[in-house]
């Protein structure tokens, strides 16, 4: 009897012991990182997925001052790679533009400059009347700009979003969030990573063109980060009085992209330091991992009424998924493929795609193309293709 009793005992123990032990893996499990940040929000997102690594009141509504910009510099990228401007186009600065106080270049009234020299003096020196010069020449007026800024926003999801103005000084109503700089951050440097020719540039200088002559201008970054910080490739900071110090900073290292946002810190040095922090941990504790190589390819395709019989299938993006440093990790993949496809085949259209998974979850996917276009074989090609079939 006393031995069943101790052997009772010792079960009953070792279940509690268990017991005991899972519930502290599941604390473990649930419990979140504290990075302790003084700034009033803040977000860590990876760019390739827009996964948010970590946030703190990463959806109040705050003044964003000069980051403001980055959806202007989104624009102006867009603009260009839709044909509706060029690099090289002349824009005439007006007298509104040239009146835009805080960070400036000071462009006077009628100067001209290149699209490329006000992206620079824009996304280099944070420059004001830059900004807003650029917004009439796109929009035919910065309310007609702000209109556009609002309709992006919208698009890309930034629902905490609205816009008053193009380039950021203090005005009722003007505000965002870190999760919405984090969305148009990432839509930047993901889609037109050319940005980062003048994001990472540290000096440099325009050339003032006006009734008095010519005179030069030096342009220096007001993102420290770009001297600071190992891999950093952008993006812009903000200060005024209302939203004090703000900033989106981006940074690369072995093939991991991250975006880190900071909103109201309470001084310059605080802004840096936290972003940094930011970074730190997202690349101290993530790792990425890739699937097939963009052009690589992954298969061929069955061709009816083609000149070919078959068609290479190509890999279209590299896709890209992040994940928590530890354990031995690997994508799966799924190649999907259509059977047969009727010519004529145009090169790089879609022919399938691959579906990527990681512990039973979607990651990502990439679109399979041809990788040779294919005509349609005429009827005298037919009979002598199975004329030579018959031989044979």
């Known amino acids: 009897m006393y031995k069943k009793v101790c052997k009772g005992i010792a079960i009953l123990m070792i279940v509690i012991l268990h017991m005991s032990c899972f519930s502290i893996d599941v604390?473990?499990?649930?419990?979140?990182?504290?990075?302790?940040l003084q700034s009033k929000s803040a977000i860590l997102m990876e760019a390739d997925t827009g996964e948010?690594?970590?946030?703190?009141?990463?959806?109040e509504k705050l003044p964003p001052a000069s980051v403001t910009k980055v959806m202007t510099i989104l624009l102006i990228y867009e603009a260009v790679a839709?044909?509706?401007?060029?690099?090289?186009?002349?824009?005439?600065?007006?007298?509104?533009?040239a009146s835009m106080g805080g960070s400036q270049v000071f462009l006077e009234p009628n100067e001209q400059q290149?699209?490329?020299?006000?992206t620079k003096c824009i996304s280099v020196a944070s420059a004001n009347d830059a900004a807003v010069a650029m917004a009439e020449y796109i929009g035919g007026s910065e309310n007609g700009f702000v209109d556009m800024m609002n309709n992006r926003a919208k698009e890309l999801g930034m629902n905490d979003t609205t816009f008053v103005n193009a380039c950021g000084l203090d005005v009722d109503g003007h505000v965002t969030s870190a999760n919405d700089i984090a969305i148009m951050s990432r839509e930047l440097i993901k889609n037109h990573s050319e940005v980062t020719e003048f994001t990472k540039t540290w000096m440099d200088t325009i050339t003032h063109t006006t009734r008095?002559?010519?005179?030069?201008?030096?342009?220096?970054?007001?993102?420290?980060?770009?001297?600071?910080?190992?891999?950093?490739?952008?993006l812009k900071t903000g200060f005024t009085q209302k939203s004090m110090f703000?900033?989106?900073?981006t940074a690369s290292r072995d093939g991991l992209d991250l975006v880190a946002v900071v909103m109201g810190a309470p001084d310059s040095t605080t802004r840096f330091r936290e972003v940094m922090q930011l970074l730190d941990y997202g690349f101290a504790n993530y790792t990425v991992l890739s699937g097939r190589e963009e052009g690589s390819e992954c298969g061929e395709v069955k061709v009816y009424k083609g000149k070919e019989d078959f068609v290479k299938a190509i890999v279209a993006t590299k896709v890209k998924a992040p994940v928590k440093k530890g354990g031995e990790k690997q994508l799966n993949e799924e190649v999907i493929l259509e059977e047969v496809m009727?010519?004529?085949?145009?090169?790089?259209?879609?022919?399938?795609e691959i579906i990527y998974?990681?512990?039973?979850?979607?990651?990502g996917r990439s679109d399979v193309v041809a990788g040779a276009s294919v005509e349609k074989i005429k009827l005298f090609g037919m009979v002598g293709r199975l004329k030579g079939k018959w031989i044979a």
């Open 342 to 352: 009727e010519a004529p085949i145009e090169q790089g259209g879609k022919i399938g």
């Open 212 to 234: 008095k002559g010519e005179s030069e201008f030096g342009l220096t970054n007001t993102n420290k980060l770009v001297k600071w910080y190992n891999g950093a490739t952008g």
């Open 114 to 118: 290149t699209v490329k020299d006000m």
């Open 52 to 59: 948010v690594i970590y946030e703190e009141n990463s959806h």
């Open 246 to 249: 703000c900033l989106s900073g």
């Open 27 to 36: 604390m473990a499990e649930k419990a979140t990182v504290n990075l302790s």
């Open 357 to 363: 998974s990681l512990d039973g979850k979607e990651v």
């Open 82 to 97: 839709d044909g509706k401007i060029k690099w090289d186009d002349k824009v005439t600065v007006s007298e509104h533009a």
